[in-house]
């Protein structure tokens, strides 16, 4: 049997940009994609703390180190700057896979980098 479970979360980061003219996706810090295990492309949800709002869309690399998260194209429609998300991915893996498989998760800081 094969079930999906939390591959990645970035928990708690405000939203920096929300751009409704760009093409589609969330653009974040390649610091804390790497640190989230996300790769560029990858379906996520975001989900707004702010609103209640939960959205599917891809991972594109935002500048790193400047604790940027841009929100894009209809999305940007669900969110506001400043608005705190978490990011989550998934993996689909079988179910005895699944009971030892350790996600990552990270929680940055208030300005959206990582804490050290």
Request: proline share 3%.
């Amino acid at each position: 049997m094969l079930i999906e479970i939390l591959k990645s979360k970035i928990h708690r980061v405000r939203l920096t940009e929300a751009d409704l003219n760009y093409v589609g996706s969330i653009a974040i810090d390649e610091d804390l994609i790497e640190a989230a295990n996300l790769i560029e492309g990858e379906k996520v949800q975001v989900l707004n703390i702010n609103n209640g709002n939960r959205l599917e869309t891809y991972v594109i690399k935002g500048p790193r180190g400047t604790g940027s998260i841009s929100l894009n194209g209809p999305a940007a429609r669900l969110a506001l700057v400043g608005d705190v998300v978490i990011i989550i991915s998934y993996a689909t893996m079988d179910f005895e896979e699944a009971k030892n498989f350790r996600p990552w998760v990270i929680f940055p800081d208030e300005n959206n980098r990582l804490k050290r």
